[in-house]
């Protein structure tokens, strides 16, 4: 088994690195503060090829497979998990779902535009009634003639308001038939398509989230992806894809969260010695290391397993729902180890775990990760 980064992957975390310290960390705080998504830097991002990492050349993307693209989200996450959610999102959802079901025409229309960040991408599954039972959604498309009409709202979506096209996926036709939804690709400026309300969140801060509203919004059939009645099947291939992302930005959150505590660690003396040298914290350092290392193999397993065209339905949702659940402990244990210091906001471990916890949410929640997973095994 070869665990070595490649060349590739050693570029990116060197760039990503760079980049972060530049033009992230400095302004961070603030955008957490005042829950603004950084548009300039995402762009910025984009120019250095991290919009489109998976998206061939032919596209105007990078080309790279998903080894570079957990190395670009976990390098991001570990500075600030915000800019990694949306890097995620971006990549995965609206541009990997265009990539996977798009026609050549719909690749062609999009995916440049995607590739460099000059359009952001959003993508909308969830419902205010339907979030883990996704199937159950009752946003609809009605047709007429060549159109489809759609009613209905969308929640939680990350760039919904900032986004230039959003991927969405309604219903076609009965509730409860896994047939009967169908995604669409639609612009911003649509008349009848509209951003609603931006949700105040604990964490993930920078990376925005809103309402998508649609109110008598006619679509031509040409905005299709695939056929009718597959949209459902093609958003479960999405989030196979989209789990192993958010692994990454969950490795890269514990990650940050666990270097920033082992060095607060040497720095900070009590008793007159460092508080590493305390046996209860060192164990805590220890089992943090250790569940991130684990972490790391589960997640780049999968990404393996996906560049080898494999099946990673339950690969990914191993490394989804364990590498969450590490990140929040290690997060958790960080704010521990930097003692009163954690509890605030001049040091980064408070934020680390604000951001972590959502990862054990999004695109499935841990317990939907359990039951991917046991339907795997017990078939
Ligand atoms: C910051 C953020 C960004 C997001 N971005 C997007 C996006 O871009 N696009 C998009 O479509 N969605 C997005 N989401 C939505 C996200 O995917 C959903 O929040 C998630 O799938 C959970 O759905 P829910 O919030 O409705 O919770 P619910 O489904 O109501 O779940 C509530 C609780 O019940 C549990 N539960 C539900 N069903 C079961 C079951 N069968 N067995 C055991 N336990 C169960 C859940 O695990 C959870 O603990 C985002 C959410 C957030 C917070």
Not at 242 to 265: H, K, N, T, V
Request: hydrophobic letters at 40%.
């Amino acid at each position: 088994m070869e665990l070595k980064a490649t060349e590739n992957q050693r570029m990116i975390a060197d760039m990503v690195r760079d980049f972060g310290a530049k033009h992230i960390k400095p302004k961070m705080r603030e955008w957490d503060e005042s829950q603004e998504f950084p548009v300039e830097v995402f762009k910025q991002l984009g120019e250095l090829g991290l919009m489109g990492v998976l998206v061939p050349t032919e596209y105007g993307g990078s080309g790279f497979g998903y080894l570079e693209y957990v190395t670009a989200i976990a390098e991001l996450s570990k500075i600030d998990g915000s800019i990694g959610l949306s890097m995620a999102a971006h990549n995965s959802l609206c541009t990997g779902h265009i990539l996977q079901f798009g026609n050549e025409e719909q690749k062609q229309k999009y995916l440049p535009k995607l590739a460099t960040a000059e359009w952001i991408g959003a993508w909308g599954l969830t419902e205010p009634n339907t979030g883990s039972d996704a199937g159950n959604m009752r946003t609809v498309a009605v047709q007429d003639g060549e159109y489809w009409v759609i009613n209905g709202a969308k929640n939680f979506i990350t760039h919904g308001k900032t986004g230039n096209v959003a991927v969405v996926i309604v219903r076609t036709g009965e509730v409860g038939d896994s047939h009967g939804m169908t995604a669409f690709v639609i612009e911003k400026g649509t008349p009848g398509f509209s951003a609603g309300r931006k949700e105040d969140k604990l964490g993930m801060r920078a990376s925005e989230t809103t309402e998508l509203i649609f109110q008598d919004c006619r679509v031509h059939q040409s905005q299709i992806l695939g056929n009718v009645g597959e949209g459902f099947i093609q958003a479960m291939k999405v989030l196979d894809g989209g789990r192993i992302s958010i692994a990454a930005l969950s490795l890269g959150i514990a990650q940050g969260a666990f270097e920033a505590a082992l060095a607060y660690s040497q720095e900070r003396s009590q008793f007159n010695k460092p508080i590493s040298s305390f046996q209860g914290i060192a164990f805590k350092l220890a089992d943090m290391a250790t569940e991130i290392e684990a972490a790391s193999l589960l997640t780049y397993q999968a990404a393996d397993m996906k560049n080898r065209g494999l099946n990673v339905n339950k690969e990914s949702a191993m490394a989804k729902l364990y590498a969450s659940e590490v990140s929040v402990r290690v997060a958790n244990e960080a704010v521990q180890i930097f003692g009163g210091y954690g509890f605030t906001k001049d040091y980064p471990a408070e934020k680390y775990y604000r951001d972590a916890k959502l990862c054990t949410i999004g695109e499935g929640t841990s317990e939907i990760q359990k039951l991917v997973i046991s339907r795997a095994i017990l078939k």
